[in-house]
């Protein structure tokens, strides 16, 4: 598998598990068709068609590409980590219960730990 190189900021939040400022991410009011993918290994996490707006001032998805994103209970059992499941990379939280859409699941995802390939048409 090859990595991207990435930024020193780009490592602190993959890498080391970091979190971006909230409203800071250029994906956060960001709506687009296509996929989003993984930073760091270009693997593909996202469809824009689960991404909806939550206030949080991070990207909000409710729903994954099937078998992309591994679940992690942080060490602290207070959260649910969420990382690529092809190269590990960090890329926030999932939240259940909250009702912001009808899924009823909510991955809170740092812009940075993200690229995105626009759909063609």
Partial sequence: MVLNNLTKEETRVIEHKGT???Y???FNDFNEDGVFTCRRCNAS???SKSKFSS???WPSF???IKGAIEHTQ???GMRVEITCKACGGHLGHVFKGEGFTEKNIRHCVNSI???F???KK
């Fill in 62 to 64: 409710d729903d994954e």
């Fill in 24 to 26: 800071s991410g250029k």
């Fill in 45 to 47: 996490l996202y469809n």
């Fill in 117 to 119: 390939i626009k759909e």
């Fill in 20 to 22: 971006e400022a909230p």
């Fill in 55 to 57: 206030g949080c001032g």
């Fill in 113 to 115: 730990s993200l690229d």
């Fill in 74 to 76: 942080d060490a602290d």
